[in-house]
């Protein structure tokens, strides 16, 4: 019996230093994730960051913007983008917020062709829509609701579809240039299959946070409406290359495993 129970403690133990990791430490940590996107002659070299499901509140508190937005300058990017769910429960956690401060801090992320976003279910939801684009447009991000922008002096084309679980996502690029670079800003990746994305050339998600605890069987079973199909990393879609995104934040409860924050750093090459 003494025998057994000294066992016992090896698998204890190991589950005692799992948890106390994917609570106090994964959680806390923010990687630089370089990827290389090549643009068939039709832009490049540039540098696109792409950052997502920061879920600021109270499981992951605003004061760590100012560690995102150092590591995004530090790349010194071409061009910032935001795939969505700034806020995690805004209507909960409003006391915790100083939105000017806030502004201020995302105005100084430095990006010469510009700072994008789009919007995520919990942007839509949780009362934040009535603040989340004041917020992201004081900090100089234009927020692309089924629309698109041309950036003729790079060659690129950048669009944004609305969410897609609380909003209506669509996209018309009939009238994009034919030869520039298309970059689709979508904040859930399944629903991407139902777009006609015919041009696009990257598409850029997040939302399923890689699962935000990668354990066998238990992961699939957890990943969220829109984040289902596409868990994390490359895929391909029809002629488009797909990358979702680990995001930063949590959300439900505080903690991450094989699943570490991330900010994520493409060279587009020619």
């Known amino acids: 019996m003494k025998k057994i129970l000294r066992f016992l403690w090896i698998p204890i ?41 920061t879920h600021f509140g109270s499981l992951y508190s605003p004061d760590h913007l100012s560690r995102i937005v150092e590591k995004i300058n530090a790349e010194k990017p071409d061009l910032a983008l935001f795939g969505g769910d700034f806020f995690d429960a805004y209507a909960k956690d409003a006391a915790l917020f100083d939105l000017e401060q806030i502004g201020e801090t995302l105005s100084e992320i430095d990006a010469g062709l510009g700072k994008y976003a789009v919007w995520g279910n919990h942007d839509r939801g949780g009362g934040a829509s009535r603040v989340y684009e004041q917020v992201m447009e004081a900090g100089g991000f234009s927020v692309l609701d089924n629309r698109w922008v041309s950036l003729p002096e790079s060659g690129l084309v950048l669009a944004g579809v609305d ?12 009238d994009a240039p034919a030869d520039a670079f298309v970059i689709l800003l979508s904040h859930e990746p399944d629903p991407v299959r139902e777009l006609s994305a015919g041009g696009v050339d990257l598409i850029l998600s997040g939302h399923s946070h890689g699962g935000q605890v990668s354990l066998p069987f238990l992961t699939q079973a957890v990943l969220p409406p829109g984040g ?3 868990r994390k990393g490359w895929y391909r879609l029809g002629e488009s290359a797909l990358f979702v995104s680990c995001g930063i934040g949590t959300t439900k409860l505080p903690v991450r495993l094989g699943n570490i924050p991330e900010i994520c750093v493409f060279t587009l090459t020619p």
Do not use: C, H, M
């Open 228 to 230: 289902r199909e596409f």
């Open 163 to 174: 969410d897609g679980l609380l909003g209506t996502p669509s996209l018309d690029l009939s």
């Open 13 to 53: 133990a190991a589950a005692i230093l799992v948890g106390g990791y994917a609570w106090l430490i994964e959680p806390n940590l923010l990687r630089v994730s370089r990827q290389e996107a090549a643009a068939d002659g039709k832009t490049g070299p540039l540098t696109v960051v792409f950052f997502t499901d």
